[in-house]
């Protein structure tokens, strides 16, 4: 299905990277009509950002741009000319949203800052998604996923111990509490204008969302006075509960024991009565004093066999195992992505044929069917010209003076 929840809902939308156009996108995946604001004297720098299709760079060939930005449409303004700016006021004039995730300062130095698109449009909604918010000592410094990460415990808490701050692999903030934090207060501040006819400015910090991202730990320090311990993939409460070497060429397996019934269910499993009859081990707390022997006991049962014969085995048995699965593994050969349709094919005019995630819902048993990413100003005279009413003229005159672009 193809969602027009939100039709009739246009942001004037100047996000870049990942974070921004992520927020955005939700909107456009339901309906709403996204004009991404972009200029070729300044791109969005995921446009030019790995991974490229077949390794060709090129603006319109970045994966990972395509994933962040379907259904939108792209304008190709240049906001260095102040013809181009007025054409922003314009658009701004015509949308219901407009939202941005530059550092505090640049749309004002632009003239764009809310106090200057509320008195072209008074009940606009502005969003706004600094690092560290638009006020505060720090707001000023930038800012990308993993200073992000960095700065609020993410880094430090995914490590595998003392002195390892290796870090959570990908630029989590980018991908997920930042966007969707953000398309939740858009979408607060559509009802309640609905309801009062006002707008209002929304200044999301990334450093607070991510902060809300990371668990229980603040809370534990906020109300213990103590950090927490990095204990990797183990687990401070129960054991066995870890990853562990399995056959085949880096093959590993979950599993997560959380009861006396998964350990004595484990521990039958493995054929191990020795330990399931032992009576320090009938305890979490005792099978935590036992952690590097249990985990021997269970790397040793797990390496004689792949990672989804021991996950196989051991949820049958009732204690939570997974395999340890890589990206290729996820496309090619889980049965549970593939039975839901999760993934999706777009063909892209310059990408071609190329697979993309899906929104992680279905809606009455139906998929969202997404729509293919745009390319670089493909939608500019579309929009100059129904939207804001140019005369063909008008658009060739500012296409000539390279405002458009």
Known sequence: MRPDFLRGIRFADFTWAGAGPFGTKVFSDFGAEVLKVESMSRPDPVRRGVPYKDGIAGINRSGYFASRNTGKKSVAINLKEPDGLEL??????????????????????????????KKI?????????????????????????MTISAVTGLMWMTAYGPNDPVGPGTHYPDHAANPYHAAFAVLAALR????????????????????????????????????????????REHAPHNIFRCRGEDAWVAIAVEGDAEWLALAAAMGRQDLAGRADLRTAAGRRAAVPELEAAVGAWTADRTPVEVAALLQKAGVAAARVANSRDLIEEDPQLAARGYWQTLDHPEIGPAL?????????????????????????????????????????????RGILG
């Open 88 to 117: 922003a006021r314009a658009l701004v004039a015509q949308s219901d949203v407009v939202s941005n995730n530059f550092g505090p300062g640049a749309m004002e130095r632009l003239g764009l800052g809310y106090d200057d698109l």
């Open 121 to 145: 449009k008074p009940d606009i909604i502005y969003l706004a998604m600094p690092m560290y918010g638009e006020d505060g000592p720090f707001s000023s410094l930038l800012g990308v996923g």
């Open 192 to 235: 309640y204008r609905r309801h009062t006819g006002r707008g209002m400015k929304i200044d999301l910090s990334q450093i607070e969302s991510t902060a809300n991202f990371v668990g229980p730990a603040l809370v534990e320090a906020a109300a213990s006075g103590r950090e927490p311990p990095q204990v990797g993939n183990r687990s």
């Open 356 to 400: 993309f995630t899906s929104p992680p819902y279905t809606v009455d048993g139906e998929r969202v069917e997404l729509k293919r990413q745009p390319l670089f100003g493909e939608h500019t005279h579309e929009i100059l010209t129904g939207v804001l009413g140019l005369s063909e003229e008008r658009v060739k005159d500012l296409n000539d």
